[in-house]
């Protein structure tokens, strides 16, 4: 069988990415593959598993490096340990504080388990700090030996970095005056979705490609002060997409990000071609 996430708080955004991110078979081979210098280990003995869940303090969990090591590739280590275990353990679950502890946000602060955030904003954040970790790895793989090998050495062909590109798509805006048009494409990793009075999927897609008018538009020199209309369509599609469902809006009653619970359906199968620049 598989093996779980236990929930320290409220990881569950957090839980979901680390196993969406697992079971995509060449992004937990390259993970596992990678080989972090051997000054970046750490000590084995303080980083055992705790079996009931790990410390905590007034902010959540305890925020320490949990095990001795380089700081640069400590997180990345915690990956792999997670992603090991989840392929080998025999246990029922595997509990992610060494995730929890090593994952730092722009401010510099672990993981505070008992805040429930946005799956989207985590998942960004996470891609950039693994895609940032294999890059530095990337040309200098290190054996057990503690030999440097060239990426040219390396026993795979392919950088390691380049495992986190299926992610990346493009979308393409465009605005329209008459039979004139102009188009920006522009990168993506996850395609944004709207949840608020939105039912299903489906409607959401069609909400996504719906033009906007664009009233006092200067199109040129020559025309000025025009009605145009501007809408978003999917450019080129990743080999994996990661659809957002916006759940978090703003409420500006209370000035704080209101979680949407409501109901929100979506197929088993997705064709997204009718939302595609070709589709149109």
Not at 72 to 95: I, K, N, P, T, Y
Not at 146 to 174: E, H, I, K, N, W
Request: glycine fraction near 8%.
């Amino acid at each position: 069988g598989f093996v779980g996430l236990k929930n320290l708080g409220n990881i569950c955004y957090l839980n979901s990415v680390m196993q969406q991110f697992y079971h995509i078979p060449d992004i937990c081979k390259g993970v596992l593959a990678a080989q972090i210098p051997l000054q970046s280990d750490a000590d084995e003995g303080k980083r055992q598993q705790p079996a009931e869940g790990s410390k905590e303090t007034k902010n959540g969990i305890e925020a320490n490096n949990g095990g001795g090591g380089n700081g640069e590739f400590h997180f990345f280590g915690e990956v792999q340990r997670m992603f090991a275990s989840l392929s080998l353990s025999d246990r029922q679950f595997f509990v992610p504080d060494g995730i929890c502890r090593s994952f730092r946000d722009s401010s510099g602060n672990p993981v505070d388990i008992k805040i429930q955030k946005d799956a989207t904003e985590f998942f960004g954040e996470f891609f950039e700090k693994l895609d940032d970790a294999l890059k530095k790895l990337e040309g200098k793989t290190v054996g057990r030996s503690g030999m440097a090998m060239s990426s040219a050495q390396s026993s795979s062909s392919d950088a390691p970095s380049s495992v986190l590109a299926r992610f990346r798509g493009t979308t393409v805006t465009q605005i329209m005056y008459g039979d004139k048009r102009r188009e920006n494409h522009q990168d993506f990793l996850n395609v944004p979705l709207t949840v608020k009075n939105t039912k299903t999927m489906a409607e959401s897609f069609e909400k996504m490609k719906e033009a906007d008018e664009l009233s006092g538009f200067d199109w040129d020199e020559n025309t000025r002060n025009v009605n145009a209309l501007k809408r978003s369509l999917l450019g080129k599609l990743p080999q994996t997409m990661v659809v957002q469902c916006n759940r978090f809006v703003f409420n500006f009653d209370t000035f704080q990000q209101q979680k949407l619970n409501t109901r929100f359906e979506f197929d088993r199968y997705l064709n997204v071609e009718a939302h595609t620049k070709e589709g149109m």
